[in-house]
C-alpha cells in the first residue's frame, strides 16, 4: 500500500468516527428534555386543606378508625341502654347516634373524595414518568440501532475494499508470475 491509500483509510476510519460522535449527540439532544423532567419533577405543594384531607383520608380508612369507631358505637349503646332511663342522653332508638353518623359520614366523603382526586394527579404523574422513562429506553434502542447499522455499513464497504485491494495485487503477481514465466521459458 502506499501512502495515499493509507490516508484514505485514515480518512474513511475518521468519517466513520465522526458519524458515531454525531449520532450520540442527536441522542443525547434528545434525550435531554426527558431526563430533566424525570430529575426535576415538579415540587408538590399542598396546601392546608389538601394535608388535612390526606391525613383525614389517610385515618378514616385505617383499621384504627375501623376499631375505635366500633368500639365508641359500642360504649354508647351499652352506656345507654344500662344506666336509669332519666339518666340517658340518647334513649334507644338512638337518634343522637344517627345523627352524629350522618355528619361524620357527610363531612368525610368529601374529604376523603378531594384526597382521592390529588392521588389521582400524583398517579397521572406517575405514569407520565414511566411513560418519559420508556420513551428515552426507545431511543436509547433506536441510537443503538443505528450505530450497528453504520458500524455494519462501513465494515461491508471495507471489506468490498479489502477485497478489491487483494484482488489487484493478485492481478499484479499474476502479471509478474506470466512475465517471468515468459522470460524462462525460450
Known sequence: ????????LLLDEKEHLNKLHQIVKDTMKEEKLIVNNLLNPPTETLSRGQ???DKVAL???SWKFIILFAVILTVW?????IIPLKNRFDPYPFILMNLILSTIAALQAPIIMMSQNRQE??????G????????????????LHQKIDLLLEEQIKTLFDTQAKQFKILQEINLKIDMVSKKTTP
Not at 128 to 143: F, G, P, Q, T, V
Request: without cysteine.
Open 77 to 81: 349503646i351499652i352506656f345507654n341502654s
Open 121 to 126: 394527579e400524583k398517579d397521572r404523574m406517575r
Open 128 to 143: 407520565e414518568n414511566d411513560y418519559l422513562i420508556n420513551l428515552k429506553a426507545e431511543m436509547e434502542i433506536r441510537s
Open 59 to 61: 385515618f378514616g380508612g
Open 1 to 8: 500500500m502506499n501512502n495515499k491509500e493509507i490516508d484514505k
Open 51 to 53: 394535608a388535612i384531607s
